[in-house]
Structure formats: C-alpha cells, structure tokens
C-alpha cells in the first residue's frame, strides 16, 4: 500500500468514527459523580474505536496501539497507532463544539502521518512527513507574524490529575504570556489549538506534561506547515520532553523567553 492510500483509508476510518460521535453530540450529557463522568467519556471512546480500531489495523497490521490516550513518554521503537478517538470529550458531553478524532502513525517515536477530523465542521487535517500538511485538500502555512505582542497564543490543561508542581507552571506561564502576547487562549483540547497554529491562525501553543495523543498529531502538521517545535526552552521536543511548543518561527524565540519567565 502506497503512503496516499494510507492516508486515504485513514482518512476514511477517522470520518467514519467522527459521524459516530456526530451523532451523538446535542444535549448536555448530566453526571453527578467521578465514576458516571468516566462512564460517559468511555462510552464515547467506545462508539468511535469500534470503528477506528478494526479499520486502521488492518491497514497496519504490525503496528502496536497506545491503550491509554492520557499516557505519555516516549515508544518502544516500531510503528504505533496514537489515537484519540474522542479529542475533547469532555466539550462533546457538555454541548461544547469543541472537539475531534485523531489517528497519528508513529515510527521510532516520530510522527509520519496524521488525520484530524472536526465532524462538525467537516474539516479534516492531514499531513504526512516530507509532504507537508493540508486542510481538505489545500496546502497548510504557519503564521507569519514576527512579534509576539501582536500575537494571539494558546494552551491547554495537560491533565484534570496533574501534580501541583505542574498545574503552578502552568499558571505561571499563563501569566506571563498575558504580559507579552495580544490574546491568550486557554481552553481543551489540545489539538484543535495546533491546528489552529498550522492554519496561520494562532501564532503559538504551548503545554507542559501532557498525552502523547494530545500533542503529536499537532506537532506533524505545524512542523509539515512550517513551524517550529521545541520543548519551552527551546530545546527539541520528544514525547518525553516535559513541555512542548508549537510556533510560527518569527515568534518561537520570544515564546520561549517569555515562558521562561515563569520560572524565575
């Protein structure tokens, strides 16, 4: 199989599973405790992996699958599947539009080829290592903003259990973008900010810990449309790496300087 049938099939499976959730996306979905809310987001989960889990392995036989979409570090060597089948959950169990399918290749902890799907637009994001990221078909470009005080920026919540040391950096960094940058954008999920870094339309991301799920679908589209991807020091990022940012080259250096303000 060629890499554009791959790609094409994936496409196909990704689309398959987002109308799943598509049709079950409306009303707010009610929880009174932990254990209902983790109920409701494995029912999601479960409507949208029936379809992806059979599809993408039998395009890929050999290729291992991450269990657990919140784990991250880095990948024995090898190809593995990274899927999030419900990126956003919890946006489509309250109403919130906000929220997509993801299926990321991965070979020796690179990313080679990722497919995001917002069911509710109908927009899907490719992109393949070597040939550049596409939104429905069009070439992708990062911004070409040089200035990060005329920047709009972003960043997400790693995760609802992450330790104090983690959630203080994060606010910290909030902060001190709020001091820099023209707009902060601080909201779930992850990914649909990286996309939004590939399109031109936000100018930097950045998270501290976070999923492999989360991040690596976004980090081969902004890096396949021309951005930069490094840890908030600016060192490179791996799936070990414990922060990551995503940003139009003109504004990454200032980005890493404000987010080192943080921690002084």
Known sequence: MTTDELLEHTVQAVRTAGNALLDRFGPVVRYETFDQLMSALATNDDAAMSTLRPRLTELRPDARW????LDGGALPTGEWWVVDPA??????????????VT????RDNQ???TVVHVPLTGDTYTAVAGAGAHLNGQPLQVSQTSNLALSVVATS??????????????GGSITAMLRDALVVRTSVPATLHLVNVAAGRVDAFWQYAGARADLL??????????????????????????SFLAAAPGVQAEAVATLSKDQL
């Not at 991450?66 to 979409?69: A, D, G, I, P, Q």
């Not at 990126?87 to 997509?100: C, T, V």
């Not at 919540?157 to 994060?170: H, K």
């Not at 976004?218 to 490179?236: F, K, P, Q, W, Y």
């Open 111 to 113: 990313p080679v080829l």
């Open 103 to 106: 299926a990321t290749l991965v």
């Open 157 to 170: 919540q790693a995760r609802p259990d992450e330790t104090e040391a983690v959630t203080r950096r994060v």
């Open 66 to 69: 991450v269990e657990e979409e």
């Open 217 to 242: 679908p976004g980090a081969l589209l902004v890096t396949e449309a021309g951005g930069r991807i490094s840890d908030a020091e600016g060192n490179d990022w791996t799936p070990a790496s414990g």
């Open 87 to 100: 990126e956003g959950n919890i946006n489509h169990l309250r109403g919130i539009p906000e929220w997509a």
